[in-house]
């Protein structure tokens, strides 16, 4: 596609339950991040993909938190029995090389814990 | 330590002025350099690449000290546009991996 594109662009869930966040990244693009923003905060680092490699997961906070990508293509950031600090922006992006290009990001999943 | 620092701000001026932003970096490895624009609620956006002999885009000006560690933005003539939060962005290569580490921000607030 034309852009970075995530769904759900808001997810408000209960405490305890699971969450799927996908991203499908620019066309042909190999790497591909995720990050998340809390409110008033800047960028963590959680997770990031390229091409066939194994991905760099050094960033996820808990065992709660995995993430996939199929297909070299669209991934999917999964959390389990979410928790309120999971609150946040979630936001993935894409670069054409994993060599510190600029990344375009998604407009991002806000995802609220009740 | 956090791998990159900023000023918060906000820094409050009125359009027309010049403003600069700083910032530095811990890791002596990272090798590229980036300011990104955040407007509020929006996702980052790219603003411009650094390059260590300085580069120039419009009313934009980013710089590079890796001596020092240390990156600079320089904005002039500032537009009511201009309002938003500037990030500092570094490369971190750890474990054979290449990834971005973003500052928190710098608020930047031009007013009439």
């Known amino acids: 596609g034309a852009g970075v594109s995530q769904s759900p662009s808001n997810k408000v869930t209960e405490k305890g ?17 995720w990050y998340r923003q809390s409110l008033g905060q ?12 194994a991905p760099d997961k050094s960033g996820l906070p808990s065992d709660r938190f995995s993430a996939e990508r199929t297909g070299g293509s669209v991934s999917t950031l999964t959390i389990q029995r979410t928790q309120q600090e999971d609150s946040a922006v979630y ?9 510190g290009y600029g990344y375009t990001f998604g407009s991002g999943t806000r995802l609220t814990v009740v | 330590r956090k791998e990159v620092e900023q000023d918060p701000g906000p ?5 027309g002025a010049t403003v600069a932003f700083n910032c530095t970096y811990s ?16 996702e980052p956006k790219l603003l411009m690449s650094v ?5 120039e885009d419009g009313r934009f000006t980013a710089q590079l000290n890796r ?8 904005i002039r003539d500032s537009k009511l546009s201009d309002s938003a939060t500037y990030l500092c962005v ?10 971005l580490i973003f500052g928190a921000g710098t608020r930047l607030a031009v007013h009439p």
């Open chain 1, 17 to 33: 339950k699971d969450v799927e966040l996908r991203c499908d990244p620019i066309s042909g693009h190999t790497a591909l991040y």
């Open chain 1, 42 to 53: 800047g960028l963590e680092f959680l997770i990031y993909f390229q091409g066939n490699s």
């Open chain 1, 91 to 99: 936001l993935c992006a894409s670069s054409s090389q994993g060599q």
């Open chain 2, 11 to 15: 820094f409050n001026v009125p359009e």
């Open chain 2, 27 to 42: 890791n002596s490895a990272s090798q590229s350099f980036f300011w990104y624009r955040q407007d509020c609620r929006k």
């Open chain 2, 51 to 55: 390059y260590s002999s300085g580069n």
């Open chain 2, 67 to 74: 001596a020092s560690q240390y990156i600079s933005l320089l």
């Open chain 2, 90 to 99: 570094v490369n971190n290569l750890s474990g054979g991996y290449n990834k």
